[in-house]
Each structure stands twice: as structure tokens, then as C-alpha cells.
């Protein structure tokens, strides 16, 4: 359990590219990373207009000197410090998130990023290796993934409790941009604007964050093919708001060879908040996890009652039970599991090797590009007739 206490010899200098006052991304940002004492804000070029950065930069506690106009200047300022900052969050629209990213590698930080991570399954090539070449973590906040019961699934799936599996069900089908809220949200138009969105707005948004949760919990699955279908309901939108796929999964250790996938993105899902959710199907059993209500898990094996297991119970694995903030019964939520995330770069960044996490993961920079390729394929797919393509 997590009491608190310092986990590193110092915390991590960190600045912030974006996020400024009013963005709640950015506020989950400063919240999860201050959590656990592993990062202190130091430095931040937190809005496109200069003058709302610096008066922000003073509401955080941020010295003057250390707001910068853009994040080139802020790179290039920190370089010249000796207490210069060692890592950064891009809080940004999707369209700056490979610059930037680049550019806080090339200068030699670790990097904490919204995703998308870039447009291109090239530019993320691109990351992965720079990355690699500079030693660097690049951290993906696929936020939801840090949620206990995740972890759960996958020591489950791990440990053979459901058998081979055999089919996987994943939505993020929320309902609030069932009408042409961009009209009136400055937030949400550039969403459906390819030249800042990229390729894709439903698949890119939210179908990436089950699929990411789907490889968190079988860490050795392959997809084999997908097939798309997508499309705009609302008129005048550029990029689609709803979007089918089905994919078949390779044969691995615990996946069986031909296992098969569907996942529903949406943003026009009349009347639901949120409705992500996953099911996975084993030859033995089954397990389903749903983000409103994440501290709990249902476990049902065919002709037996169904089970609920409870966050924070003794009867979890192990690896469950390292990141509970407090006892199980109480509720805990996004910005817990956040936090767990931010601990994990945090752990990484630092090149720390920690016994409790028998098998230490994180959103990384390959799961990002992961996440590039699966919307390339999915357009590709769709904008081909829903024609299947090799993955």
C-alpha cells in the first residue's frame, strides 16, 4: 500500500508544456504528479498567450523567471540552470504532440505525454528510437490503466484463472457530443479538425484507452487483422464520432490462436456518461471491469454464482493490492489512478527496480505507437470499404 513516503532521493524537476488555467487535463496533470512527492513544478510554459501563462505560473507558485513563452525557450532556459528541469507533461492539442515531444528528447528529459503521442505510425518510429537513443522515458497518460483492478485482470489472465482467451468486448461510447457541441465549446472544435486532431476523432479519443487497457491486461497479445466501420452522424464534422471494429487475435500463451475482439468508440451514445467498459471471455471464465465503477470487478465461472471482487480485498493478487492509497471500502477514482501512473514514470524515470512489482509495466512510449498504428489501420480499413487488413 501506498502510505506516502518519498520513493526517490529526490523529486523529479518538472515543467509543464500546456495545460493552463481551465484545462482540467492539466489539473489531473499537477494533482497526480504531486501526489506521491516524485515531481515538484518547477517550470511550465502553460498557455499559447504568454501574458495567461505567467499570471497562471503565479497561482501555482511557479518563480517568474521560470515561465517561459513557448516550450523552445523554456527548453533552451532550463538547459542553462544547474537545477534546470529533468522532465516534462505535454498537455497540448494532438497536432503539437510530436514536435514537442521530440524536442524534449533531442534536450535530453524525460517526457510525460498526452496521447496521441503524433499523427504517423513514422513519427512514432521516429520516438520510440530517439527515445531509446537518449535513454529516456516517455510516458503515454492512458489515465484509466492505473485503476487497481486493471492489474487484477491482468494476474488473472496471467495466472490461467480464466483459461485461454477466447474473446474480448470493449467500448468508450460516452453521449456528450451527441449534438454539435463545437458550435459552442472552443475545447471540443478542434477535436474534429484533422489538421489538429489528426486522422481520427472516436477511434483517437477514446477507442485507443480500452484497446491500451486490453494490452495491459494480456500483455502478450498480437492482433492478427482488424476490420472498421466508421462515420460522422453529425453534420458537418470532418472526422468520425462513431466507429465499429473487430479484430482477430495470433495464438500466444494465453490467448487462443484465432480469439477475437470487438471495440465500440462513440461519442453519440445518447445518454450514457461514459460506458467504457471491458469483457473478456476465457475458456474457463470470465471477467468484466467498468470505469464508473472501477473499484470493482465481477468474476463469473460458467454454472457458478457471480463474484465481485472489491479493491483493496486480501484475496487479491499481490500486485493488486501495491498501489492502494487506503483501505479497501473506501472509494478511490481518476485521480488516484493517475497518480499510480505518474508513480510509475516517476519509478522508471529514476531507473528504479522495485521488488513489489513483479512485473513492473507502464503506458510507454511503444504502447503510444501502438496506439498510432491501430488508428491507421482502422482508417485504413474503413476508408477501403471496411475491407479486413493485416496488422
Known sequence: MINGSKVL????????VGGGKGSQIGYIHRS?????????????????????????????GVAPDRCYPDYKAMFAGEAKREDGIEAVSIATPNSTH????????????HVVCEKPLCFTSAEAEELVALAKAKNRVVGVTYGYSGHQMIQQARQMIRHGDLGEVRVVNMSFAFGGYNV????????AKWRFDPSKAGPSFALGDVGTHPLFIIEAMIPDMEIDSL??????????????????????????????????????????????????????VGSKASIEWDDERPNQMSYEIEGEPVRILERGAGYLYGEARVEDRIGGGHAEGLFEAWANLYRRFALAMA????????????????AGAQGIKWIEKCVESADRGSAWVNF
Open 180 to 187: 454539435k457541441v463545437e458550435d459552442t465549446v472552443p475545447a
Open 227 to 280: 476490420m472498421c466501420t466508421k462515420r460522422a452522424f453529425v453534420e458537418g464534422r470532418q472526422l468520425e464520432d462513431n466507429a465499429f471494429v473487430i479484430m482477430n487475435l495470433k495464438g500466444t500463451a494465453s490467448v487462443q490462436d484465432g480469439a477475437q475482439v470487438y471495440c465500440w468508440a462513440s461519442s453519440i451514445n445518447c445518454g450514457a456518461r461514459h460506458y467504457h467498459k471491458i469483457r473478456v
Open 9 to 16: 532521493d529526490h523529486p523529479i524537476r518538472w515543467a509543464m
Open 351 to 366: 531507473d528504479a527496480d522495485r521488488d513489489e512489482y513483479q512485473d513492473f509495466w507502464y503506458p510507454d512510449v511503444k
Open 32 to 60: 497526480a504528479a504531486l501526489r506521491d512527492h516524485s515531481f515538484q513544478l518547477v517550470a511550465g510554459a502553460f498557455d499559447i498567450v504568454p501574458e495567461r501563462g505567467m499570471a497562471f505560473a503565479a497561482e501555482l
Open 98 to 109: 510530436y514536435e514537442i515531444c521530440k524536442a524534449a528528447l533531442e534536450a535530453g528529459l
